[in-house]
Nanobody, 114 residues
Framework: QVQLVESGGGLVQPGGSLMLSCTAS????????MAWYRQGPGKQRELVGT???????NYAHSVKGRFTIARDNAKNTMYLQMNDLKPEDTAVYYC????????WGQGTLVTVSS
C-alpha cells in the first residue's frame, strides 16, 4: 500500500510564495499521473493540477500562471510551487493519483492572510 505525505504548508501573506512537497513510500511518479488537490474551508475538495508520467502538466484556471507542478522521480517526490498567493488559496492541500486506489494523506495546511 502506497503512503503519501504532504508537507511544506504554513502561513504566508498575500502575494507570497510557498513550495509544497508530496513524498510517496515507493516510486509511483514515473508510472502514474499525479495530482494536487485542495479543500478550502467549507468547500469540497478540488483539483489544482496534474502532472503525467511524461511530465506534462495541466492546471485549474484559478491557479494557472501562479502554480507549478514538478516531480523528482529519484526522490519519489512531487512539488507544488505556489506564487502570488491569494487568500482564496487558503486550503488543505493533498496529493494523489487520480483514479488509483491510494489512500489520502493528511494534507498540509496553507493559510494566506495578512
Amino acid at each position: 500500500q502506497v503512503q503519501l505525505v504532504e508537507s511544506g504548508g504554513g502561513l504566508v501573506q498575500p502575494g507570497g510564495s510557498l513550495m509544497l512537497s508530496c513524498t510517496a513510500s515507493r516510486n509511483i511518479f514515473s508510472i502514474y499521473t499525479m495530482a494536487w488537490y485542495r479543500q478550502g474551508p467549507g468547500k469540497q475538495r478540488e483539483l489544482v493540477g496534474t502532472i503525467t508520467s511524461g511530465g506534462s502538466t495541466n492546471y485549474a484556471h484559478s491557479v494557472k500562471g501562479r502554480f507549478t507542478i514538478a516531480r523528482d522521480n529519484a526522490k519519489n517526490t512531487m512539488y507544488l510551487q505556489m506564487n502570488d498567493l491569494k487568500p482564496e488559496d487558503t486550503a488543505v492541500y493533498y496529493c494523489n493519483a487520480p483514479g488509483k486506489p491510494i489512500s489520502w494523506g493528511q494534507g498540509t495546511l496553507v493559510t494566506v492572510s495578512s
